[in-house]
């Protein structure tokens, strides 16, 4: 199963738990979910209040879509309809070898399987890879929060190898003529 969507906000081992941040920023990333969308919420933890959070503003907002809490020290939580849980690492649930725990290789990994919606906060000590991982984004429009402690990031969408955007200005300008 490939998400369109990953969300990430405790990738790292050691993170504070600022729940008024992640809040705001779990409905920044629900912005850009669609019906159908799967959502793998990596790193939800023991008791994944963050892909139940997110389930809910889900639902609230009518979308159909499904969430996949992933973690590795993931207890037994009750499944609901869209809502399920892996105890596993991300590189498990994306068939891929390692246990990294870092940003930019959870980024790249995302971004060779096509994935649409990136969210992630950054730990303090990964902030210095914010350049690699800006790099590795550069099809996708990025919104960084909090001087770059959260993105997201949505995939542009192409046509004939450029972003839809500058095409369409293109060909407005009769440059395809």
Known sequence: MIPSVVYSESLCKYHSNDNFGNHFFRKEVVKHIRDGDI??????????????????????????AKVVGIDPSLEFVDEEPNLEFKKQTYQQFF????????????????????????????????????????????????????????????????INGMPKDYYEFLEMRGHFD
């Open 95 to 158: 068939g891929i070898g390692g246990n990294s725990h870092s940003i930019d290789e959870l980024v790249k990994t995302c971004v060779s399987k096509g994935v649409r919606v990136i969210g992630a906060r950054v730990c303090s000590h990964q902030r210095k890879k914010i350049p690699v991982i800006l790099k590795m984004l550069r099809n996708y429009s990025v919104q960084t929060f909090e001087e770059g402690i959260y993105f997201v990031a949505v995939k542009k969408e192409m």
């Open 39 to 64: 959502i793998a919420d990596i790193g939800c933890g023991k008791s994944p209040y963050s892909s139940l959070e997110i389930h809910e503003l889900l639902t609230q907002k009518g979308i159909e």
